[in-house]
T-cell receptor, first 115, second 118 residues
Framework: EAGVVQSPRYKIIEKKQPVAFWCNPI?????LYWYLQNLGQGPELLIR????????DSQLPKDRFSAERLKGVDSTLKIQPAELGDSAVYLC?????????????FGPGTRLLVL | AQKITQTQPGMFVQEKEAVTLDCTYD???????LFWYKQPSSGEMIFLIY??????QNATEGRYSLNFQKARKSANLVISASQLGDSAMYFC???????????????FGGGTRVLVKP
């Protein structure tokens, strides 16, 4: 069974440029998460989707970050414009659904460097 | 206050020996779950083991076991017979009551870097 797929794996951009990350969850997983991981720290949740609905986006900086999950499968996270402090790893994870007890499975992440 | 605390930033372990990674947590929920993930240099977070707050027995998965002490609010990971491939960052994470406001959100600790010496 294929795991969570993310692309690109690495991205280098100049500040003020836009950037987008793509995630394809494990087949059949209804819940999708985007996490931000700063260097030397644990991941922090940005947004959680149940199917197409964003049910928790309280940690998403909405002035520059946006996300969508059309058709309840793939998801895209966008930053516009990027700032130096956005340099980090962006992790996508998925789980079966919000019935409790489901393990979240992570993708390899996208490592972003903003110059 | 930190919800998940990992007090060991880094540690060395000799190949074939066991190592214990500490994790303490803070929650007022009765129902919660504790997870351990491994993150090698490639970056992917690999699920290792899960312990539910109502589980009476400590979880085990192959060479991984979780020493769950509910009264102390600790969930230490034990890796037995360490291998060179175990060198990685290890994160403890907690999911609080999924029916509450946090839903299925995971809160992670700061991680412990393990280096296995041959």
């Amino acid at each position: 069974e294929a795991g969570v797929v993310q692309s690109p794996r690495y991205k280098i951009i100049e500040k003020k440029q836009p950037v987008a990350f793509w995630c394809n969850p494990i087949s059949g997983h209804n819940t999708l998460y985007w996490y931000l991981q700063n260097l030397g720290q644990g991941p922090e949740l940005l947004i959680r989707y149940e199917n197409e609905e964003a049910v928790d986006d309280s940690q998403l900086p909405k002035d520059r970050f946006s996300a969508e999950r059309l058709k309840g499968v793939d998801s895209t996270l966008k930053i516009q414009p990027a700032e130096l402090g956005d340099s980090a790893v962006y992790l996508c994870a998925s789980s079966l659904g919000q019935t409790g007890g489901e393990t979240q499975y992570f993708g390899p992440g996208t490592r972003l460097l903003v110059l | 206050a930190q919800k998940i605390t990992q007090t060991q930033p880094g540690m060395f372990v000799q190949e074939k020996e066991a190592v214990t990674l500490d994790c303490t947590y803070d929650t007022s929920d009765q129902s919660y779950g504790l997870f351990w993930y491994k993150q090698p240099s490639s970056g992917e977070m690999i699920f290792l083991i899960y312990q539910g707050s109502y589980d009476e027995q400590n979880a085990t998965e192959g060479r991984y076991s979780l020493n769950f002490q509910k009264a102390r609010k600790s969930a230490n990971l034990v890796i037995s017979a360490s291998q060179l491939g175990d060198s990685a960052m290890y994160f403890c994470a907690m999911r609080e009551d999924p029916s509450g406001a946090a839903g299925n959100k995971l809160t992670f600790g700061g991680g412990t870097r393990v280096l296995v010496k041959p």
